[in-house]
Nanobody, 127 residues
Framework: QPQLVESGGGLVQTGGSLRLSCAGSGVTLEKYAIGWFRQAPGKGRAGVSYISSDGTTHDEDFVMGRFTISRDNAKNTAYLQLNSLKPEDTAVYYC?????????????????????WGQGTQVTVSS
């Protein structure tokens, strides 16, 4: 059964950093575009950053260079480095995988384009 498992969340002060990981199990992430999404308390889930199979990336406007998405295909893992965290970044962060069908630069940004989802990891930023 294909699974994505996030880790690395936690409690951090304003201005702090965290590195989130998304490990694939039963699924070869190299064949997938990866997206990170988040759901803040009382809000719907929204996109954060995305990376194609060939390493092309795209961030939502609010990221403003604070977050960096990356992937290590040899480790079957994707990452989201969170820097300069703000209280408004408090949310459950999810990774998701979208099959590329051999289009290595495929870079989906919509949730319905993602097929596999992790269970989420909580990030809490204190003021």
């Amino acid at each position: 059964q294909p699974q994505l498992v996030e880790s690395g969340g936690g409690l951090v002060q304003t201005g702090g950093s965290l590195r989130l990981s998304c490990a694939g199990s039963g699924v070869t992430l190299e064949k997938y575009a990866i997206g990170w999404f988040r759901q803040a308390p009382g809000k719907g889930r929204a996109g954060v950053s995305y990376i194609s199979s060939d390493g092309t990336t795209h961030d939502e406007d609010f990221v403003m260079g604070r977050f960096t998405i990356s992937r290590d295909n040899a480790k079957n893992t994707a990452y989201l480095q969170l820097n300069s965290l703000k209280p408004e970044d408090t949310a459950v962060y999810y990774c998701a995988a979208s099959p590329t069908y051999d289009s290595r630069n495929y870079l989906p940004t919509l949730q319905y384009e993602y097929y596999y989802w992790g269970q989420g990891t909580q990030v809490t930023v204190s003021s």
